[in-house]
Structures are given as structure tokens and as C-alpha cells.
């Protein structure tokens, strides 16, 4: 397994662009969460899902964050429109509730920048 | 609500010195207690647990449950080991859900 996937991996985008963060978790796990990772705050959840199903999204900034999984391999961050505060890099993570501990496998990131 | 706070975002040692990276979490239950590392240009991954008890790269944990601390050691460090260190917390019943601490960033000096 190639492990957690995510595209893209860098995105330079201007401020009032639609971005769009993409994520294929691990084949067979049921949680998949989205993470923001910032040198003043450090990592963020920002979402998460369980079998599809969003769980708890407290941690989305504000409206401009959506965030969908239409089927257990694919799932999708969105901002819209993206702010230069909004410069981070996204993580995408997920897990087995067949696991006897609560280990998340993480991507590789996307780093986005915002101008 | 529970919350991990890791109070130094950068830590500098030489090489063979011993570190210390430290961990306080708030939380009313038995949580369990993890730290992740980040080396340069590789994902985050885990690197202990608490319920292990086991060592890692030379690492240990020292979960002290009356100071609610969970801190990261190593006798002598490595340059290798430079990295970003995360301290998380799941809470019991969190259905999987991870609190992160902001992070230590580690550098160790030849």
C-alpha cells in the first residue's frame, strides 16, 4: 500500500480562488481526517469522517471551508474563496477502529500558498 | 474539553547531550498519550505510545499522572533525531479523534 495519498502536493494559488485539496486514505481504513498544520498554531483538526460520514467539523475556520468523502477512497478539502491567511500545509490522515490503539497515517501534505 | 500544550516550540542540544521534550495535557479521564515525529521532507508518523512502555530510537516516555505530563527523553542525542515532535492525546470514547500539541521543533548540534 502506497500509504496515505494527496494531491496536490504544492498549490500557488491568488486570494478569491477556489482551491481544492484531494485525499485517498489507506484501503480498508474507516477515518479519515483533515489537519492544518501552521509554525504559529501548529497542527489543527480541522474535520474528520467515519465511514463517509462527517463526524465533527468544529475545527473548520468558517464557511469558506468545505470538506466532502463521497465514497471510502476519496475525499475532498475545499476553500472558497482562498485568503492569504489560508497559507498552510494540509494534512490528510486516517485509521482502523480495527486497530487495538488509535495510530492515524498521515500524507505527505499539501502545502498551499495563498498570494 | 481536552487540551495538550507542549511549551517550547524550539529545543537546541549537541550531539550526546541528553533532551527532553515536554508534554502537560488536561483531561478529566484516562487518555491515552502518543507522540509523532516529523523528519525533514517525510510524513508524520508515530513514534511512541504511552501504553507501550517501549523504546524507540532510544526514546522513552515519562508519563507522570499527578503532574499530567508526558514528556519525550533520549540520554544521548543524535543528529538524526532532529525533527518536529507532536505530543497528542485521545481521549476515551473519542471515537479516534487526536488533540495535538503545537509542536517542538528539535535541532541537534554537531
Known sequence: DAGVIQSPRHEVTEMGQEVTLRCKPISGHDYLFWYRQTMMRGLELLIYFNNNVPIDDSGMPEDRFSAKMPNASFSTLKIQPSEPRDSAVYFCASSSRVMSYNEQFFGPGTRLTVL | ?110
Not at chain 2, 4 to 13: A, G, I, M, R, Y
Not at chain 2, 15 to 23: D, F, H, M, R
Not at chain 2, 56 to 83: C, M, R, V, W, Y
Request: hydrophobic share 35%.
Open chain 2, 1 to 110: 474539553a481536552q487540551r495538550v500544550t507542549q511549551p517550547e516550540k524550539l529545543l537546541s542540544v549537541f550531539k550526546g547531550a541528553p533532551v527532553e521534550l515536554k508534554c502537560n495535557y488536561s483531561y478529566s479521564g484516562s487518555p491515552e498519550l502518543f507522540w509523532y515525529v516529523q523528519y525533514s521532507r517525510q510524513r508524520l508518523q508515530l513514534l511512541l505510545r504511552h501504553i507501550s512502555r517501549e523504546s524507540i530510537k532510544g526514546f522513552t516516555t515519562d508519563l507522570n499522572k499527578g503532574e499530567t505530563s508526558f514528556h519525550l527523553k533520549k540520554p544521548f542525542a543524535q543528529e538524526e533525531d532532529s525533527a518536529m515532535y507532536y505530543c497528542a492525546l485521545s481521549a476515551s470514547g473519542s471515537a479516534r479523534q487526536l488533540t495535538f500539541g503545537s509542536g517542538t521543533q528539535l535541532t541537534v548540534l554537531p
